[in-house]
Protein backbone atom coordinates (compact mmCIF):
# COMPACT_ATOMS: atom_id res chain seq x y z
CA UNK A 1 0.00 0.00 0.00
CA UNK A 2 1.24 3.66 -0.86
CA UNK A 3 1.17 6.12 2.01
CA UNK A 4 0.70 9.47 1.42
CA UNK A 5 2.22 12.13 3.94
CA UNK A 6 0.95 15.25 4.03
CA UNK A 7 2.81 18.72 5.85
CA UNK A 8 2.18 20.89 7.58
CA UNK A 9 -1.18 19.50 9.56
CA UNK A 10 -2.07 22.87 9.75
CA UNK A 11 -1.36 25.95 7.67
CA UNK A 12 -2.34 29.48 9.78
CA UNK A 13 -2.93 32.19 7.14
CA UNK A 14 -4.36 35.30 6.33
CA UNK A 15 -6.65 36.15 3.26
CA UNK A 16 -4.01 37.22 0.51
CA UNK A 17 -1.45 35.52 1.43
CA UNK A 18 0.05 32.33 -0.55
CA UNK A 19 -0.11 28.53 0.52
CA UNK A 20 1.79 25.87 -0.15
CA UNK A 21 0.98 22.32 0.98
CA UNK A 22 3.44 19.12 0.40
CA UNK A 23 2.46 15.55 -0.42
CA UNK A 24 4.73 12.98 -0.26
CA UNK A 25 4.02 9.28 -1.29
CA UNK A 26 6.29 6.08 0.19
CA UNK A 27 6.81 5.34 -3.68
CA UNK A 28 6.54 6.60 -6.78
CA UNK A 29 3.08 7.38 -8.29
CA UNK A 30 4.42 8.66 -11.56
CA UNK A 31 1.80 12.30 -11.94
CA UNK A 32 -1.47 9.94 -10.73
CA UNK A 33 -2.07 12.69 -7.89
CA UNK A 34 -5.01 14.24 -6.83
CA UNK A 35 -5.89 17.32 -4.51
CA UNK A 36 -9.24 17.90 -2.73
CA UNK A 37 -10.83 20.19 -1.06
CA UNK A 38 -13.42 19.43 1.71
CA UNK A 39 -15.15 22.11 4.21
CA UNK A 40 -16.92 21.46 7.30
CA UNK A 41 -20.18 19.20 6.80
CA UNK A 42 -19.38 19.24 2.98
CA UNK A 43 -18.10 16.28 0.90
CA UNK A 44 -14.88 16.44 -0.52
CA UNK A 45 -14.12 18.91 -3.59
CA UNK A 46 -11.52 17.78 -6.49
CA UNK A 47 -9.41 20.32 -7.41
CA UNK A 48 -6.59 19.03 -9.65
CA UNK A 49 -6.01 15.48 -11.01
CA UNK A 50 -2.57 14.01 -12.21
CA UNK A 51 -0.52 16.30 -10.45
CA UNK A 52 -1.08 19.78 -12.48
CA UNK A 53 -4.13 19.65 -13.58
CA UNK A 54 -7.27 21.77 -12.48
CA UNK A 55 -10.52 20.03 -12.83
CA UNK A 56 -13.31 21.92 -14.52
CA UNK A 57 -14.66 25.47 -12.52
CA UNK A 58 -11.82 25.36 -10.13
CA UNK A 59 -10.22 28.49 -9.88
CA UNK A 60 -7.03 29.68 -11.48
CA UNK A 61 -5.43 30.29 -8.21
CA UNK A 62 -5.02 26.75 -7.43
CA UNK A 63 -2.57 24.71 -8.39
CA UNK A 64 -0.80 21.71 -8.81
CA UNK A 65 2.91 20.58 -9.50
CA UNK A 66 5.56 17.59 -8.77
CA UNK A 67 6.01 13.70 -9.83
CA UNK A 68 6.79 10.58 -8.51
CA UNK A 69 7.01 10.80 -4.86
CA UNK A 70 6.93 14.71 -3.95
CA UNK A 71 3.72 16.74 -5.00
CA UNK A 72 2.22 20.41 -3.87
CA UNK A 73 -0.72 22.66 -3.90
CA UNK A 74 -0.46 26.04 -4.12
CA UNK A 75 -2.83 28.57 -3.96
CA UNK A 76 -1.40 31.57 -4.81
CA UNK A 77 -3.56 34.34 -2.90
CA UNK A 78 -6.00 33.22 0.31
CA UNK A 79 -9.74 33.88 -0.42
CA UNK A 80 -12.07 33.28 2.39
CA UNK A 81 -13.39 30.34 0.91
CA UNK A 82 -10.48 29.02 0.67
CA UNK A 83 -10.00 27.78 4.44
CA UNK A 84 -10.62 23.74 4.41
CA UNK A 85 -9.01 20.71 4.50
CA UNK A 86 -7.08 19.75 1.49
CA UNK A 87 -6.30 16.22 1.27
CA UNK A 88 -4.05 14.32 -1.83
CA UNK A 89 -4.99 11.12 -3.18
CA UNK A 90 -2.98 8.20 -5.17
CA UNK A 91 -4.15 6.44 -7.75
CA UNK A 92 -1.00 4.97 -8.87
CA UNK A 93 -1.80 1.21 -7.29
CA UNK A 94 -4.97 -0.06 -5.46
CA UNK A 95 -5.60 0.35 -3.01
CA UNK A 96 -6.51 3.91 -3.47
CA UNK A 97 -4.80 6.00 -0.56
CA UNK A 98 -5.66 8.92 0.87
CA UNK A 99 -3.18 11.52 2.61
CA UNK A 100 -4.20 12.42 6.14
CA UNK A 101 -5.16 16.36 5.09
CA UNK A 102 -4.07 19.80 5.66
CA UNK A 103 -6.31 22.15 7.73
CA UNK A 104 -6.00 25.56 5.91
CA UNK A 105 -7.04 28.10 8.43
CA UNK A 106 -7.00 31.89 9.90
CA UNK B 1 -22.02 16.35 -12.61
CA UNK B 2 -25.54 15.07 -12.35
CA UNK B 3 -26.46 13.79 -8.78
CA UNK B 4 -25.86 11.04 -6.01
CA UNK B 5 -27.86 10.84 -3.04
CA UNK B 6 -26.58 8.36 -0.76
CA UNK B 7 -29.17 6.66 1.54
CA UNK B 8 -30.04 3.50 4.10
CA UNK B 9 -27.64 5.08 7.03
CA UNK B 10 -28.57 4.29 10.44
CA UNK B 11 -27.34 3.63 14.02
CA UNK B 12 -26.49 -0.55 14.15
CA UNK B 13 -25.47 -2.71 16.52
CA UNK B 14 -21.96 -4.45 16.37
CA UNK B 15 -22.28 -7.55 14.38
CA UNK B 16 -25.43 -6.19 12.52
CA UNK B 17 -26.19 -5.78 8.87
CA UNK B 18 -26.76 -2.92 6.54
CA UNK B 19 -27.06 -2.09 2.59
CA UNK B 20 -26.69 1.60 1.77
CA UNK B 21 -27.60 2.87 -1.45
CA UNK B 22 -26.70 5.44 -4.09
CA UNK B 23 -29.12 6.92 -5.94
CA UNK B 24 -27.34 8.66 -9.39
CA UNK B 25 -29.42 11.24 -11.82
CA UNK B 26 -28.39 13.58 -14.17
CA UNK B 27 -25.75 11.55 -16.00
CA UNK B 28 -25.31 8.26 -17.60
CA UNK B 29 -24.76 6.05 -14.79
CA UNK B 30 -23.42 3.22 -16.75
CA UNK B 31 -21.31 4.43 -18.32
CA UNK B 32 -18.99 5.07 -14.95
CA UNK B 33 -17.48 3.19 -12.62
CA UNK B 34 -18.54 4.10 -8.99
CA UNK B 35 -16.46 3.93 -5.62
CA UNK B 36 -17.02 4.28 -1.57
CA UNK B 37 -15.82 6.35 0.25
CA UNK B 38 -16.28 6.86 3.52
CA UNK B 39 -15.04 9.34 6.23
CA UNK B 40 -15.08 8.42 10.30
CA UNK B 41 -15.79 11.41 12.75
CA UNK B 42 -13.28 13.92 12.88
CA UNK B 43 -10.79 12.03 10.50
CA UNK B 44 -9.80 11.40 7.20
CA UNK B 45 -10.99 9.83 4.04
CA UNK B 46 -10.45 6.43 3.30
CA UNK B 47 -11.31 4.64 0.04
CA UNK B 48 -13.78 1.70 0.31
CA UNK B 49 -14.63 -0.07 -2.79
CA UNK B 50 -15.07 0.52 -6.25
CA UNK B 51 -17.24 -1.29 -9.25
CA UNK B 52 -16.44 -1.21 -12.62
CA UNK B 53 -19.36 -0.19 -15.29
CA UNK B 54 -20.55 -3.45 -15.95
CA UNK B 55 -20.33 -4.28 -11.87
CA UNK B 56 -17.79 -7.56 -13.03
CA UNK B 57 -14.88 -6.28 -11.52
CA UNK B 58 -14.64 -4.98 -7.78
CA UNK B 59 -11.89 -3.91 -5.74
CA UNK B 60 -12.05 -3.85 -1.67
CA UNK B 61 -10.04 -2.09 0.97
CA UNK B 62 -8.27 -4.72 2.98
CA UNK B 63 -10.74 -3.09 6.07
CA UNK B 64 -13.48 -4.28 4.72
CA UNK B 65 -12.55 -7.19 2.51
CA UNK B 66 -15.01 -10.33 3.21
CA UNK B 67 -17.35 -8.11 5.04
CA UNK B 68 -18.72 -5.68 2.19
CA UNK B 69 -19.84 -6.34 -1.03
CA UNK B 70 -20.59 -3.23 -3.61
CA UNK B 71 -23.03 -3.74 -6.63
CA UNK B 72 -24.57 -1.95 -9.02
CA UNK B 73 -28.15 -1.80 -10.69
CA UNK B 74 -27.35 0.56 -14.31
CA UNK B 75 -31.47 -0.27 -14.84
CA UNK B 76 -32.08 1.45 -11.54
CA UNK B 77 -29.44 3.34 -11.58
CA UNK B 78 -28.30 2.71 -8.42
CA UNK B 79 -24.65 1.89 -6.55
CA UNK B 80 -25.26 -0.34 -3.36
CA UNK B 81 -23.11 -1.16 -0.37
CA UNK B 82 -23.68 -4.28 1.67
CA UNK B 83 -22.12 -4.21 4.93
CA UNK B 84 -22.10 -7.67 7.35
CA UNK B 85 -20.70 -7.84 10.60
CA UNK B 86 -20.03 -3.84 11.43
CA UNK B 87 -17.80 -3.03 13.66
CA UNK B 88 -17.50 -0.20 15.69
CA UNK B 89 -14.39 1.25 13.36
CA UNK B 90 -16.95 0.98 10.79
CA UNK B 91 -18.81 4.23 11.85
CA UNK B 92 -18.43 6.57 9.79
CA UNK B 93 -20.02 9.10 6.64
CA UNK B 94 -19.77 6.75 3.43
CA UNK B 95 -19.59 8.59 0.57
CA UNK B 96 -20.46 7.58 -3.27
CA UNK B 97 -18.13 8.64 -5.72
CA UNK B 98 -18.06 9.43 -9.56
CA UNK B 99 -14.94 7.99 -10.73
CA UNK B 100 -12.57 9.52 -13.42
CA UNK B 101 -9.74 6.92 -15.22
CA UNK B 102 -8.64 3.57 -13.61
CA UNK B 103 -7.71 3.02 -10.55
CA UNK B 104 -9.92 6.29 -10.39
CA UNK B 105 -9.54 9.80 -9.15
CA UNK B 106 -13.26 10.89 -7.18
CA UNK B 107 -14.90 13.62 -9.57
CA UNK B 108 -18.07 13.88 -8.07
CA UNK B 109 -19.18 12.87 -4.73
CA UNK B 110 -22.26 12.62 -3.02
CA UNK B 111 -23.18 14.33 0.48
CA UNK B 112 -22.98 11.36 2.19
CA UNK B 113 -24.87 9.08 4.78
CA UNK B 114 -23.97 8.29 8.40
CA UNK B 115 -23.62 4.58 9.85
CA UNK B 116 -22.94 4.22 13.16
CA UNK B 117 -21.88 0.59 14.60
CA UNK B 118 -22.74 1.05 18.77
CA UNK B 119 -24.33 -0.82 21.33
Known amino acids: EIVLTQSPATLSLSPGERATLSCRAS??????LAWYQQKPGQAPRLLIY???NRDTGIPARFSGSGSGTDFTLTISSLEPEDFAVYYC?????????FGPGTKVDF | EGQLLESGGGLVQPGESLRLSCAAS????????MSWVRQAPGKGLEWVSA????????YYADSVKGRFTISRDNSENTLYLHMNSLRAEDTAVYYC????????????WGQGTLVTASS
Open chain 1, 89 to 97: QQRSNWPIT
Open chain 2, 26 to 33: GFTFSSYA
Open chain 2, 51 to 58: ISISGTTT
Open chain 1, 27 to 32: QSVSSY
Open chain 2, 97 to 108: AKNQGGPPRFHY
Open chain 1, 50 to 52: DAS
